[in-house]
């Protein structure tokens, strides 16, 4: 609601017609429009979706299936043929997954990933292959009990201009031969956040899914140079949530169509000082949030343990310490962080967020997904 302003003199006359008064107040003058309330704020619908990856094994029992409007299994892996030999375990080895969401309401929704950049390379710089592929998705699609699919086509590096086209084509076989057998059928793509090669035309694959789930992370990585925010929201040279969001609006993909991933993982950096944005001094390591793999550090532990920081710029946490080998810096997101995301989707008329992977976060940080989804 934009602040109402009046000069002190109003001010005293509205407390003069507020006091006890026998005398009737003035009429108003005529001239004067009435104050009008403004419409109220329509508050649309956030949604959310969450991957479980099959390492994850049975931790999905932890969920809180309240907050998912579906639960990405993540995921089929195709092969440079087109074929999907690699299905771990979909769909019969999660018939206990699959039954306590659909007790809940939740779909579950296989993801078919092409995420080599050989097996990328072949797949789509060939029409067989790729005409192999759309009908090896088809046949997972079909499947009964199966209500959506997710398609992860990943590249970083440049390809030969036709192989641009023919991913739009694959996402649009796909479509038009799902489309007559299931009608309510739920398609949805991943894209990235940033694409200089120009591998991918996210408008017109937008025409041909639900949505687009647009990577929300990794703007510092694993192997990078410099340690810094996984997900930074502003800041950063422009590699942060809002750069990436205006980079889709501007190519034609409509704001209700985008879903922006949030991490629930975070990488641990050898770096030179305790200076945010230190260069690394070797390759990082994951780590999750919550305490949730033995092999894996928890950023919520380390940052109790060392003092949780903040970056002013990002709003991201942090946290910095110096071993026997030097200093090291953890970059994770947490409840507040998340909490401005979210707050960030929904000014900007974005459909929600996905979260990678749902298994490595508690309750705690869950709990903004609560107020996001308040009516």
């Not at 009008?36 to 329509?42: F, G, I, T």
């Not at 991933?261 to 945010?276: D, I, K, L, R």
């Not at 707050?343 to 990678?356: H, N, P, T």
Request: charged share 25%; aromatic share 12%; net charge negative.
């Amino acid at each position: 609601m934009p602040p109402v302003r009046r000069s002190l003199a109003a001010l005293a006359l509205a407390l003069v017609w507020a006091a006890p008064s026998c005398q009737a107040p003035p009429a108003p003058d005529p001239g004067t429009d009435p104050p009008v309330d403004p419409p109220p704020v329509e508050r649309r619908e956030f949604r959310v979706v969450g991957y479980h990856p099959y390492w994850s094994a049975d931790t999905w029992r932890r969920y809180d299936f309240s907050l998912l409007d579906a639960v990405y299994f993540f995921g089929l892996e195709a092969a440079s043929d087109g074929s999907i030999p690699s299905r771990n375990g979909w769909p019969d080895a999660w018939g206990d997954l699959r039954a306590a969401a659909a007790a809940a309401g939740v779909p579950v929704v296989p993801t078919v990933a092409v995420l080599q950049a050989d097996t990328f390379r072949a797949v789509f710089s060939s029409s067989e292959a790729s005409a192999r592929l759309v009908d090896s998705i088809v046949e997972v699609a079909l499947q009964p009990g199966t209500p959506g699919l997710h398609l992860d086509f990943e590249m970083f590096e440049p390809v030969e201009p036709d192989v641009r086209d023919r991913i739009t084509h694959v996402v649009r076989q796909v479509r038009e031969r799902i489309r007559s057998a299931k009608p309510d059928f739920t398609l949805s793509a991943f894209t990235l956040a940033g694409d200089p090669a120009e591998v991918f035309d996210e408008a017109a694959i937008s025409e041909w899914v639900d949505y687009l789930v647009v990577q929300g992370y990794d703007f510092h990585w694993i192997g990078g140079d410099t340690a810094g925010p996984v997900a930074p929201l502003e800041g950063w040279d422009g590699r942060n949530w809002h750069d990436v969001t205006d980079r889709y609006l501007a190519a034609g993909v409509e704001a209700r169509k985008i879903l922006l991933t949030v991490p629930y993982y975070g990488y641990e950096w050898p770096v030179e000082s305790e200076a945010p944005g230190s260069r690394t001094t070797g390759r990082g390591i994951e780590i999750t949030y919550a305490p949730v793999r033995q092999d894996l550090p928890s950023a919520r532990d380390r940052a109790a343990e060392h003092g949780k920081r903040r970056d002013p710029v990002s709003g991201s946490p942090y946290y910095a310490f110096r071993d026997s080998l030097g200093w090291r810096q953890g970059w994770f997101e947490d409840a507040e962080s998340l909490a401005k995301k979210y707050e960030f989707v929904r000014s900007r008329g974005l459909l929600g967020i996905a979260v990678f992977p749902m298994a490595y976060g508690d309750d705690t940080i869950d709990g903004p997904l609560v107020l996001a989804r308040t009516p």
